[in-house]
């Protein structure tokens, strides 16, 4: 069963920095590419970052350029998202999503979401 | 960046009606779309892909058709568990946006 586990939500402070990570298991995780996704409270789903299978490629929204880093460890199975010089407007539950690039392009996995809150 | 317009933004409907929602593109992204279904709480559901192929394990009531720029989702036969938000997305080229999302009401 493929199962993919968000964890390091938190309430930090504007300017502030917060990790993000999820355990992917059930599949072979170094055969797919991963996909964080957030949205907002009350608000629509908004793609965030893609990172290739072997973390060559990487893909960001233009609102986190510069601030978000997504990485993968293939060994540990595991996925994260890097965020510095947070804002408010990153106030979201962020989700992993396992991305079949080929052939059909769909995320048919997703996590639980983990809870980021940007306040002072 | 290509734009996803998804209409309507809410839509009253009761059990056992048709409802069709649309997602255009600002751009032609071929058949790159996706649909997907959340409810409260919980992660979204791939619903089709590839516009208009059906997901493993997805009641058949759901439709996707469209190419080029303009899509639809018809759910037939409105059942109980269909009162959801259903999001576009296109997989066309990064970013992989998503519509602004429909939510389908009890009359």
């Known amino acids: 069963e493929v199962q993919l586990m968000e964890s390091g939500g938190d309430l930090v402070q504007p300017g502030g920095s917060l990790r993000l990570s999820c355990t992917a298991s059930g599949f072979t995780f170094s055969d797919f590419w991963m996909t964080w996704i957030r949205q907002a409270p009350g608000k629509g789903l908004e793609w965030v970052a893609t990172i290739k299978k072997d973390g060559s490629e990487k893909y960001y929204v233009d609102s986190v350029k510069g601030r978000f880093t997504i990485s993968r460890d293939n060994a540990e199975t595991s996925l994260s998202l890097h965020m510095n010089s947070l804002r408010v407007e990153d106030t979201a539950v962020y989700y992993c999503?396992?991305?079949?690039?080929?052939?059909?392009?769909?995320?048919?996995?997703w996590g639980q979401g983990t809870l980021v809150t940007v306040s002072s | 960046d290509i734009q996803m317009t998804q209409s309507p933004s809410s839509v009253s409907a009761s059990v056992g009606d048709r409802v069709t929602i649309t997602c255009r593109a600002s751009?032609?992204?071929?058949?790159?779309l996706a649909w997907y279904q959340q409810k409260p709480g919980k992660a979204p559901k791939l619903l089709i892909y590839?516009?208009?192929t059906l997901q493993s394990g997805v009641p058949s009531r759901f439709t996707g058709s469209g190419s080029g720029t303009d899509f639809t989702l018809t759910i037939n036969s409105l059942q109980p568990e269909d009162f959801a938000t259903y999001f576009c997305?296109?997989?066309?080229?990064?970013?992989?946006?998503f519509g602004g999302g429909t939510k389908v009401e009890i009359k």
């Open positions: 999503s396992r991305y079949e690039e080929t052939p059909r392009r769909l995320l048919n996995y």
């Open positions: 590839a516009a208009s």
């Open positions: 997305q296109h997989a066309n080229s990064f970013p992989h946006t």
């Open positions: 751009q032609h992204i071929g058949g790159w």
